[in-house]
């Protein structure tokens, strides 16, 4: 039986009066919606801000979008906040830090229990440092001070007050008891240095407040860690320049665009020691104490700045053909390394998947 059309076979009369019942309930309909909108106040355009606020040694950088003054002024207020907490936690030059208070206990044979941020982030350490065979470690920290006097004084570190310190650093002594949160630093003269990994820690936790304060999108900077939320109003993210060597025939600056990820750099550009010519980074490698004397930018873009951070110097003391698989490795993270190992030479290395964040011109 050959298909046909089906008609409603509905007496016209009534059809009509259904239809007209509908038009009048769409035109109420419409009138209500519109007295509706004509209440709510139209929505304010979104204003840039940028407040600055010293903190862990360094001028911490907030930019963000919000409708107003009031916003925008009580979303970076909570998420200094947040970074003078975290600050008050893990400082290494604040004797009244509970790292500070941590290290004292080295070598006393107790375990030391430590709040959440803290224990959340040397867990993450450990984890690196066994992943790096130490060549990221948070026990660092007596190195660390000759360094920063050897900076000071211009002179290296003696010989024998490096003996000293390698006595008091490694990884491997830190013991986590997961059970009660608690740390035990089985070494005399342990002192533990979070410079490495606190920082991206602390820009990707004040994103998180900024978002639960109503400016997801923002951008927090310091130190050569940045944290960013969503990309600003109109853009496909946040325009950021990479640092280059300062060397002859130097790659040029790139420029990438950015949103919800954080991306660490870690270089000696701006923090070095120069002794007879030979250029010495503010970066120790954990396992000979001695500053860094491959000269090197390192970009490492991740989801989390505590990945980032740390990953930079992995990245720094291993060099790509050892640090770039354990970049891979990380969920999310990429890399950019580049090298004046010697003098007029240059090398640039990238993970798959780095260019994906290129800007477009």
Request: charged share 25%.
């Amino acid at each position: 039986m050959p298909a046909k059309d089906v008609v409603n076979d509905e007496p016209r009369g009534e059809g009509l009066g259904i239809l007209r019942v509908m038009a009048c309930g769409v035109a109420a309909l419409l009138w209500l919606l519109g007295a509706s909108c004509a209440s709510i106040p139209p929505v304010q355009p979104l204003q840039r801000f940028e407040f600055e606020h010293p903190e862990m040694g360094m001028s911490f950088r907030i930019t963000l979008y919000a409708p107003d003054q009031m916003t925008a002024s009580n979303a970076a207020a909570r998420a200094f906040g947040r970074m003078e907490d975290l600050n008050g936690i893990m400082s290494d030059y604040d004797p009244d830090s509970e790292l500070s208070r941590l290290s004292l206990s080295s070598g006393q044979g107790r375990e030391v229990a430590v709040g959440d941020d803290l224990w959340f982030v040397l867990c993450r350490a450990q984890e690196l440092a066994r992943r790096s065979e130490g060549a990221f470690d948070v026990t660092v920290g007596p190195y660390v001070q000759l360094w920063r006097r050897a900076r000071r004084q211009l002179k290296l570190p003696e010989p024998v007050l490096l003996a000293q310190a390698r006595a008091a650093v490694g990884w491997q002594h830190v013991r986590l008891n997961p059970a009660r949160h608690a740390v035990e630093l089985e070494k005399p003269g342990m002192r533990l240095d979070l410079g490495g990994i606190a920082k991206g820690y602390a820009v990707a936790e004040s994103i998180k407040v900024l978002r639960q304060a109503g400016c997801p999108r923002a951008l927090v900077e310091g130190g050569g860690d940045m944290a960013l939320g969503d990309a600003p109003p109109g853009r496909d993210g946040w325009r950021v320049q990479l640092e280059t060597l300062d060397a002859t025939n130097a790659p040029p600056r790139r420029f990438l665009a950015l949103h919800n990820v954080c991306i660490s750099t870690s270089s000696d550009l701006y923090q070095r020691l120069e002794i007879d010519g030979k250029r010495y980074s503010h970066i120790v490698d954990p396992r000979t104490g001695i500053g860094l004397t491959d000269h090197s930018v390192v970009n490492v873009i991740a989801p989390e700045g505590i990945d980032s951070d740390s990953l930079t110097k992995v990245m720094a003391v291993l060099g790509p053909k050892r640090g770039l698989p354990l970049v891979e490795a990380t969920r999310g993270a990429v890399a950019r390394i580049v090298r004046n190992p010697a003098e007029g030479v240059i090398e640039v290395t990238e993970s798959r998947g780095f260019k994906r964040y290129e800007a477009k011109p």
